[in-house]
């Protein structure tokens, strides 16, 4: 990719951003929550689906935790990034989303620690199985495969029982942004019901 192309998708950033705050005024909370998982054993993946799966789950992240810090930064506020189980333990199938998924971690522990200066708390929120499309595609690639891994499998592997809901990540979000969590700022909050790892 083209340093050129580098620099539109940021300025595409920034520009949503300056949208944001014309149009609804200053930003205090912001929440990351993108992420692509093509499926693959390591030795299959090609370099476009490395550059796909960093580009959205590292650069673009990136991207979104410089420029709110930037909006943030003379009144404070908080960053929520939503990573994933995967960043402290390896799936089968998806080496590249658990790999850009611990770059996602420390990415949001080291911003914390210079944000902090500003008044502005960055967080991690790392989500277990959880249902959506994605999960569901997983789902079905490991069944055409003929794996073991079932939603069943995963249930069972939680310590409550089930696989969780977005409901349950968004909640997690809204706590690390209310003020009742206003001493929390380079951690990271599992929101996996107990999925090993």
Same mark, same amino acid.
């Given at each position: &990719?083209?340093?050129?192309?580098?620099?539109?998708?940021?300025?595409?950033?920034?520009?949503?951003?300056?949208?944001?705050?014309?149009? @609804?005024?200053? +930003? =205090?909370?912001?929440?990351?929550?993108?992420? !692509?998982?093509?499926?693959?054993?390591? +030795?299959?993946?090609?370099?476009?689906?490395?550059?796909?799966?960093?580009?959205?789950? !590292?650069?673009? @992240?990136?991207?979104? =935790? *410089?420029?709110? #810090?930037?909006? &943030?930064?003379? *009144?404070?506020?908080?960053? !929520?990034?939503?990573?994933?189980?995967?960043?402290?333990?390896?799936?089968?199938?998806?080496? @590249?989303?658990?790999?850009?998924?611990?770059?996602?971690?420390?990415? =949001?522990?080291?911003?914390?620690?210079?944000? /902090?200066?500003? /008044? #502005?708390?960055?967080?991690?929120?790392?989500?277990?199985?959880?249902?959506?499309? &994605?999960?569901?595609?997983?789902?079905?690639?490991?069944?055409?495969?003929?794996?073991?891994?079932?939603?069943?499998?995963?249930?069972?592997? =939680?310590?409550?029982?089930?696989?969780?809901?977005?409901?349950? !990540?968004?909640?997690? #979000?809204?706590?690390?942004?209310?003020?009742?969590?206003?001493?929390?700022?380079?951690?990271?909050?599992?929101?996996? /019901?107990?999925?090993? /790892?």
């Amino acid at each position: &990719m083209s340093d050129g192309a580098r620099k539109a998708r940021e300025a595409d950033v920034s520009r949503a951003i300056q949208q944001t705050h014309s149009e @609804l005024g200053a +930003i =205090t909370f912001a929440a990351n929550c993108a992420g !692509v998982d093509p499926i693959s054993d390591l +030795i299959d993946y090609t370099e476009a689906q490395f550059n796909a799966i960093f580009g959205v789950n !590292v650069k673009g @992240l990136f991207f979104c =935790t *410089k420029h709110q #810090i930037l909006a &943030m930064k003379d *009144k404070g506020g908080v960053t !929520v990034n939503v990573s994933s189980a995967a960043a402290r333990t390896p799936f089968a199938g998806c080496s @590249l989303y658990n790999a850009s998924k611990s770059a996602a971690a420390m990415l =949001t522990r080291s911003a914390a620690v210079e944000a /902090g200066k500003h /008044g #502005i708390r960055v967080i991690e929120v790392a989500p277990g199985p959880i249902d959506t499309p &994605m999960l569901k595609r997983y789902f079905e690639q490991e069944r055409a495969k003929g794996s073991q891994v079932t939603e069943k499998t995963v249930e069972g592997a =939680t310590l409550l029982g089930r696989i969780g809901r977005p409901e349950d !990540v968004a909640k997690a #979000i809204l706590f690390l942004c209310s003020s009742e969590a206003s001493f929390v700022t380079a951690a990271t909050l599992n929101v996996d /019901g107990g999925f090993p /790892g």
